[in-house]
């Protein structure tokens, strides 16, 4: 099925099920921990062997030797695969640091050797035996303010003449922001359990995208994508980290080989930071210039974050493009080359650092202007895309979320001058900031069945990473079918099913939904066949067919003890990107406190409005949301990976020393869905949102910690470090 | 992980010989800091002498007045405990404040005083680190030191030592019973048992081998307001940037000991006669000799100012 063109009125006009409060399908496996996560799979192959992986000692230089004798020879052992035995080997379009073989460390951390044995104990035991011998290689590069970029980069948008609107500009502000390296830090670490049978592998694992998975693991492997089989139905949280290959799967698969058993194997916590990928470091520069009264007229957002050589960096212009109302505006993104590890794509990338600075940027305006930052946002709201005026967007309801947002916090009583507002010894203040992410879809395949007892079907290689794929796709199914949500039973992750978006770039629930809706259709275009009637004809209620007084139980389509079948895929025609910008908006206001002489600070309140398209499920969404908004304090007051910049590396690798938000951390959220329809999105009108809630937070507590104090720290994240020694003295 | 013999001792001088008679042995009890070092390889111990059974899990009043708690009593109980809780609430507060319920569950009163630093370098076994490799270095000096010490530190080392509870402990004049392997008693004050790093950062408190803590005493109860504060980046479940453990008398003086900034809980009895005179006056003294890194020399001032507010919350 081809999506050309906006989606009728009449299409899911009506919905019963979608869009509706369904609870987790998946819930009770989660709540009594029998869900089967990679790591825990005991059952899918026999006598598993577990497999210790190590990290590179250094960050960059050669590896000269592994002493391996003590290892192999210590009790439980069975063999030992070092990077050395193997020359690099190859990676696909999605991987760019090294996974396995050769003598080059490229970072700190890379997998260097595996150690495989009868109990985890026992590895481990045996991998701490083995004796490197390192060459270091001093010419490396660690920190980025000391790093050029490359120097070939072209701009994101170039519109009108930046450079004389803002010397023009009567109010001009001109800052500087930093975001520093973060951590995924999902729950569960990166894990494969592998299984050869002849030259056919089979991957139990915990991955974000099935069919970039098999492409990726049969390049590395030297083999074809058909001798590949990847299976994830739960995964414990990935956040961009598991949406490519990782050394967990590599080094499974060569230790099953080299073993002729199965191999499990997991990284260890302090190992995931260095060994896999990060959100890069940000140094932005921000000029925004405007008139006398708030209208922006001229903003350039200039850019430089890490990447290893040929890798990607963390576009932090990307929501500029597309946010604020202005004829002059100028994006670029530089890459500087460096020997960190991989940086790469964690939850909005791009957006989500470079809102940290725009909005916060933009608060820095409207306290030039003794505006209102909400009025500022609202005069400023564009109506054409800023970076391509011919170009509009589908919809957006940013002004809506900024005044629903403003009328529901009480954003008129707020405080007004740093200071005013006191707790005992705590300062209170008051921050909003604007939301943007961007609504892509993705081609997305399903199957969809009616099964011999009348409940229905649906397999597809999407993902569940926590997000309620389970859910939303059982609404989908049970809407386009006439069924109870009970009745549907999803079947997720295993790259022999049709394939999907996989989830990523907050696309996975509007592609994958879509992709059964399209093969919903196509069943219930057999079942009109096989009726010998017109599919308009047909109302699917019940569990049963109606048409023209007719009524046939679902269960009568099936024969011979077999489903009734049908398999599509949701392609999406290039009108979506080349008529609109298809977006998410959402505005966000934080009430936070800070202590006056401590510095410590802390959140009072937290409210998100969004505007996302339909809402599939309200109890999904709203999780999405707040988990976002919770990452989002995070990146505002906690998240660091501090860089040892002689040694090269992220010293804070494990969940003690880098600290994600703990429940005391994170006060009452509020979340409003505007729920309003965007038909150029998807059939169903929806688009993404896990992605838009982590949007604006860090900026709107970092306004508000200005507000309170007024103490602007352009550094994230806003440690108390920073604000100690500028409170007032005692 | 390496293979180790484990012993599970009955009485307390049986525990300490068995530890002096095996040459790289340790004890253990909740094992909460212990299993992880080994884990991660940074302690590697042949022998473990478990001193769980040893009994020691009770509270007792003491003839002074005072309480007697064994070393086996859990985290989470000393703070429950009503007596503490009346007459000795910055130990409970302090408690409180580390760790997570789970680990408190486990947690003795023992091991709290022995546990390791958190110095993220001590914990990387590829980095050099005098404490876990003497000889090799100190990473953290020049590296990421955010959380290490400002005072009390050497050329050699400037770990913190992590514990909550024993800066409470430190600023009730706490004493440690211990038995060695010839049944010798003696009791240990809080500041002796600790050692500055010195050159020798690897060893970090005046216990003998084998040298088994039994219990914790507690003088009588000295009264005031007993507050500890512990600020962090984040509201739980860290170790503290800085902490203050302070006990002030309605007339103004009192008593403060500081966590977070040196390799053992700081406290100057000469420093805190300065109470009345407020935070900087106390401070001025007690941290005059810092000398912090870049990355924490906001922790002087940051000290200063949780004293301050300490003296607030006191109502001073
Ligand atoms: C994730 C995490 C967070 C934490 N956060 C905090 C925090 O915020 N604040 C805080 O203060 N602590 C914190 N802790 C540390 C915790 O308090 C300690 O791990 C605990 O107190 C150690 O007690 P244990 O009985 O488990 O000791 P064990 O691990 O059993 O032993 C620790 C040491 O004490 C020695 N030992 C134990 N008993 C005796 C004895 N009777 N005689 C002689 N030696 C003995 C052992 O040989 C060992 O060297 C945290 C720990 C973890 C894992
Ligand atoms: S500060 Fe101490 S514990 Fe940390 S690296 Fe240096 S020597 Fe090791």
Known sequence: MRFDKPAGDSVLADTKVIGKPVHRVDGPLKTTGTAPYAYERHDVAANQLVGWPVGAAIAKGKLKSVGTKKAEAAPGVVAVLTTLQFD???????????????????????????????????????????????????????????????????????????????????????VNYTTPAESHAMMEPHASIAAWDGDEVTLWTSNQMIQWDKMALATTLKTTPDKVRIDSPYIGGGFGSKLFLRADAVLAALGAKRTGKPVKVQLPRPMIFNNTTHRGLTEQH??????????????????????????????APAPTQHFYATDNLYCINRTAEMHLPESNAMRAPGEASGLMALEAAMDELAEKLDMDPVELRIMNDAKVDPSNPNKTFSRRHFVECLRTGADRFGWSKRNRKPGDTREGAWLIGHGVAGAYRGAPAQASGAEVA?????????????????????????????????????????????????VSSGSGGQFGAVSSTAGVYAACVALRKKIADELGKKHDDLTFADGAVHAGGSTTELKKLTRGGRELSAIDTMHFGDFRSEKYVVSTFGAHFI??????????????????????????????????????????????????????????????????GYEVPVHLDIPHQEVVFLDVLDPVSTPLKAKGVGELGICGVAAAIANAVNNATGIRVRDYPITLDKIVGKLPTI | MRAFSLERASDPQQAAKSAASHENSKFIAGGTNLIDLMKLEIETPTHLVDVTQLGLDKIEETDEGGLRIGTLVSNTDLAADDRVRRDYPVLTRALVAGATGQLRNKATTGGNFL??????????????????????????????????????????????????????????????????????????????????????????????????????????????????????????????????????????????????????????????????QGAGAVMDTLLADANPTDDNEFKVPLAKRTLAAVLQEAGN
């Open chain 1, 88 to 174: 690099r080997l190859p990676l696909s379009q999605w991987n760019t640091a090294n996974l396995f073989g050769g003598d080059q460390i490229e970072h700190y951390h890379q997998a260097v050797a595996l150690v495989v044995a009868e109990t985890l104990e026992t590895a481990r035991a045996g991998a701490a035996m083995l004796e490197f011998d390192y060459a270091p290689d001093t010419e490396a590069s660690f920190d980025l303010s000391k790093t050029a970029p490359t120097g070939d980069e072209q701009p994101l948008s170039d519109v009108g003449n930046f450079e004389k609107a803002y010397a023009d500009a009567p109010v001009t502000i001109d």
């Open chain 1, 591 to 656: 009430e936070a406190r800070v202590h006056s002489l401590t510095g410590e600070v802390r959140l009072n309140r937290m409210l998100a409005v969004c505007d996302a398209g339909r809402i599939l499920n309200p109890i999904t969404a709203r999780s999405q949301v707040i988990g976002a908004m919770t990452m989002g304090a995070g990146a505002a007051l906690l998240e660091e990976m501090a860089v040892d910049h002689d040694r090269g590396f992220f010293v804070n690798h494990d969940l003690a």
């Open chain 1, 450 to 498: 009616i099964r011999p007892d009348g409940g229905v079907v649906v397999r597809t290689d999407m993902t569940d990473i926590g997000t309620g794929s389970y859910t939303i796709l059982a609404q989908t199914a049970a809407e386009m079918l006439g069924v109870p949500v009970e009745r549907v039973r999803v079947e997720l992750g295993d790259s022999r099913y049709p």
């Open chain 2, 115 to 276: 546990q390791r630093t958190r110095c993220p370098y001590f914990y990387d076994t590829n980095m050099p680190c005098n404490k876990r490799n003497p000889g090799s270095g100190c990473a953290a000096i020049g590296g990421y030191s955010r959380q290490l010490a400002v005072i009390g530190g050497s050329d050699h080392c400037i770990a913190t030592h992590p514990s909550d509870m024993a800066v409470a402990m430190r600023v009730l004049d706490a004493e440690l019973e211990t038995v060695d392997p010839d049944g010798k008693t003696r009791s240990i004050a809080v500041d002796d048992l600790y050692r500055l790093p010195g050159d020798t950062p690897e060893k970090e408190t005046n216990l003998k081998p084998g040298e088994v803590i039994t219990a914790v005493t507690l003088p009588k109860p000295v009264g005031g307001k007993q507050i500890y504060y512990k600020v962090r980046d984040r509201s739980s479940y860290a170790f503290a940037l800085v902490s203050v453990a302070a006990i002030v008398q309605p007339d103004g003086t009192g008593r403060v000991a500081l966590g977070g900034v040196a390799p053992k809980p700081w406290r100057d009895e000469e420093a805190e006669k300065a109470l009345p």
């Open chain 1, 286 to 315: 921000l000029k925004i210039g405007a008139t006398q009264d708030g209208k922006i007229v001229a903003i350039s957002h200039e850019n430089k974050s890490n990447a290893l050589p040929g890798g990607s960096s963390e576009k």
